[in-house]
């Protein structure tokens, strides 16, 4: 069981590049999401998804897109990308009947854009 | 909305010393709550989660928390700190009534946590 696994663990990218954070869980959670973590901001949701084929925005979802295809992968695409979306980004999941709230983090991606 | 406030972006203290992390939330509706912790270069780990049952929590490593609805207060203690405590922790807080909590967790900005030998 490798719970929730996000690949790569760093990225560097130059402004304009497109790139797609892979993020998958083999917990058969209904619920995913994705956060950026920035320094003294915590944690900011992104992304989010209650089942295949269904995606909603959070709080910072500009310049980001989602989708669902599979109960196990829920990958973040970066279509232009810019220095302000250098960050840490977490995925993470969640077994619905637990209402979602306890949610299971995967290991980060460090992205850096120039 | 809901909001979590942690004061004290950083807290030191000795190994063998009382641990006490503050956390302040602010929510609509009954809340759940939770703390997490996050090493140095990795996710974030649940230590403990407050939904509604008793209000003393108790967590992994031997921390606690106590959920005080009249001070809006969810702070974390631990009796005594050891060197590999050292880390990252955040507080959060699950709106229960928006839809099952399924529009994610709103974090504080986090307190790090300095062990002094």
């Known amino acids: 069981n490798a719970g929730v696994t996000q690949t790569p663990k760093f990225q560097v990218l130059k402004t304009g590049q497109s790139m797609t954070l892979q993020c998958a869980q083999d917990m058969n959670h209904e619920y995913m999401s994705w956060y950026r973590q920035d320094p003294g901001m915590g944690l900011r949701l992104i992304h989010y998804s209650v089942g295949a084929g269904i995606t909603d925005q959070g709080e910072v979802p500009n310049g980001y897109n989602v989708s669902r295809s599979t109960t196990e992968d829920f990958p973040l695409r970066l279509l232009s990308a810019a220095p302000s979306q250098t960050s840490v980004y977490f995925c993470?999941?969640?077994?619905?009947?637990?209402?979602?709230?306890?949610?299971?983090f995967g290991p980060g991606t460090r992205l850096t854009v120039t | 909305a809901q909001s979590v406030t942690q004061l004290g972006s950083h807290v030191s203290v000795s190994e063998g010393a009382l641990v006490l992390l503050r956390c302040n939330y602010s929510?609509?509706?009954?809340?759940?709550l939770f703390w997490y912790v996050q090493y140095p270069n990795q996710g974030l780990q649940l230590l403990l989660k407050y939904t509604s049952a008793a209000t003393l929590v108790k967590g992994i490593n031997g921390f606690e928390a106590e959920f005080k609805k009249s001070e809006t207060s969810f702070h974390l203690t631990k009796p005594s700190a050891h060197m590999s405590d050292a880390a990252e922790y955040f507080c959060?807080?699950?709106?229960?009534?928006?839809?099952?909590?399924?529009?994610?967790?709103?974090f504080g900005k986090g307190t790090h946590l300095i062990i002094q030998p």
């Open positions: 993470a999941s969640a077994p619905l009947a637990s209402g979602a709230y306890e949610q299971y």
């Open positions: 959060a807080v699950s709106d229960t009534g928006s839809g099952g909590g399924a529009d994610g967790l709103t």
């Open positions: 929510s609509s509706v009954p809340p759940y």
